[in-house]
């Protein structure tokens, strides 16, 4: 059995280099958000202000269309994002990457909003009414629809196969796995125990559907944010004389590399690039189509304002929580210690708060971080069970679901890093082959809505939902 498992690691590190290689999935990543932003002049930059009013003040449009609000399908892409990739994720990214991995982690971040912009606006546009009533999109639907043919249907059942797979990965095992670990190392609680209640907790909510993960994520996720926003305020400002520094190397060591120093063993400029993007895109899933999947469940009269709403996403979970982590590991000196992963990020919470707080704060955002996740994910894989083989599969995709999140828990998932990173490099090419063909029609249409007089107040849809 070990020279399986042995055998199985080796090849999903060959893979995972593949994918992630510098001849593969990181350039294509950053010039599919790089054309997006060309494409759309800019409009992250030029409407941030616009999107993040309709996010989180105007919330909803009265009447349209769809099973859930802008707001609370914001707060399912959200309960998706903001996970273990925030906390475990940003620490295993500067462990092998060294602190210029995080700038990495914002160019993706900062092109990755016009990416995620692309894949809310087709979600929306190419959706559909399932057989129960519930809206249904994503790269599935507008891949086969809005590419067509034999290369559009192929493109579109590959994706609704990765992302069913990775949902079990990325958005299951990985999230389980790693609450039982913390809560075994801060509380004592065996794994077993962890097991059954994550699993009772995810069927009682995604059993109800995306309106019960809606109303649910909705109150959830802000207050998981901000509580852990605030642990981290704490520690930067008690290692503030420490934060001008932090930056500075940041920007340097994404250029030049990270020397060994304590207990880092170095980088070069590959390596935090590497890191950097592939720990960014499995933060903000900006290309993996995920967001397309949460934005088609709105009710909107209009792809171009959910799309608005859904690219704050990408700034919220990388520009935001992702840096608070970032800085707190740097600014407290935690990279250089030699732990990985969450542990890292304990450390540095640990050194900059009183007695234990550092520890229970960093073990709570892990459990809420990787619950939210959990319905997020489940989520955006029954939408592709619903593709691939109608609504009847999905009933059996989410009891199945909810069962393996015990068996993360439970289990030793040595491999499960390296599979969810090549699960979510699966995910991503047919998605992003697709964005590039589409680009034009994207940018088109969205001039075309923003050119009538007063369009921030204009409800009709350009070209028709289909």
């Known amino acids: 059995m070990g020279a399986v498992i042995e055998n199985v690691e080796a090849w999903l590190d060959t893979a995972s280099g593949v994918v992630w290689g510098p001849f593969l999935l990181i350039p294509l990543l950053l010039l599919t958000g790089l054309w997006l932003t060309i494409m759309l002049r800019g409009l992250q930059f030029r409407q941030f202000g616009y999107a993040m009013w309709l996010a989180l003040i105007k919330r909803k449009e009265e009447g349209a269309e769809g099973d859930i609000s802008h707001y609370q399908a914001l707060t399912t892409a959200l309960a998706a994002t903001i996970g273990v990739g925030n906390i475990a994720g940003v620490a295993t990214a500067i462990f092998f990457g060294g602190p210029g991995a995080v700038l990495w982690m914002w160019v993706t971040g900062l092109v990755g909003m016009a990416t ?18 519930e809206q249904s999109g994503g790269p599935m639907f507008y891949l086969s629809k809005g590419i067509g043919g034999p290369l559009g249907k192929t493109l579109g059942v590959a994706f609704a196969v990765f992302a069913a797979i990775a949902a079990f990965g990325i958005g299951n095992m990985v999230q389980a796995n790693t609450v039982a670990d913390s809560v075994s190392d801060q509380f004592g609680v065996p794994a077993a125990v962890t097991g059954l209640v994550l699993m009772v907790g995810v069927g009682a909510v995604i059993l109800g559907g995306i309106k019960a993960i809606g109303r649910f994520t909705s109150a959830f996720v802000p207050f998981m944010a901000i509580a852990y926003i605030l642990g981290a305020l704490w520690v930067l400002i008690v290692n503030i004389d420490q934060l001008p520094g932090a930056v500075a190397l940041i920007f340097t060591d994404a250029f030049t590399g990270t020397a060994a120093t304590g207990g880092f063993l170095g980088a070069g400029v590959a390596a ?11 933060s903000n899933e900006s290309g993996l189509g995920t967001g397309g999947i949460a934005a088609a469940a709105a009710q909107t009269s209009s792809p171009v304002r959910q799309a608005l709403v859904s690219m704050t996403q990408t700034f919220i979970d990388t520009l935001v929580v992702v840096s608070f982590t970032a800085l707190t590991i740097i600014t407290t000196g935690a990279w250089t210690s030699g732990e990985r992963g969450a542990t890292m990020t304990i450390e540095a919470f640990s050194t900059g708060l009183p007695g234990e707080w550092g520890g229970l704060i960093v073990a709570t955002a892990v459990i809420f971080f990787a619950f939210s996740t959990l319905l997020g994910w489940s989520y955006f894989g029954e939408r592709c069970m619903d593709f691939l083989f109608g609504r009847g599969a999905v009933t059996p995709y989410r009891i199945l679901f909810v069962l393996v999140v015990f068996v993360g828990a439970t289990q030793e998932l040595t491999v499960v890093w390296t599979f969810a990173d090549v699960m979510n490099g699966l995910m991503a090419l047919p998605n992003l082959v697709g964005l590039l063909l589409m680009s034009g029609l994207i940018a088109r249409e969205t001039r075309e809505y923003m050119r009538q007089p007063g369009w921030k107040d204009i409800p009709a849809p350009v070209g028709g939902q289909r």
Do not use: C, M, P
């Open 116 to 133: 995620k912009y692309g894949e809310a606006f087709l979600g929306v546009k190419y959706r559909r009414v399932d057989s129960k009533g």
């Open 272 to 282: 935090a690039i590497q890191f950097g993007v592939a720990r960014g895109i499995f």
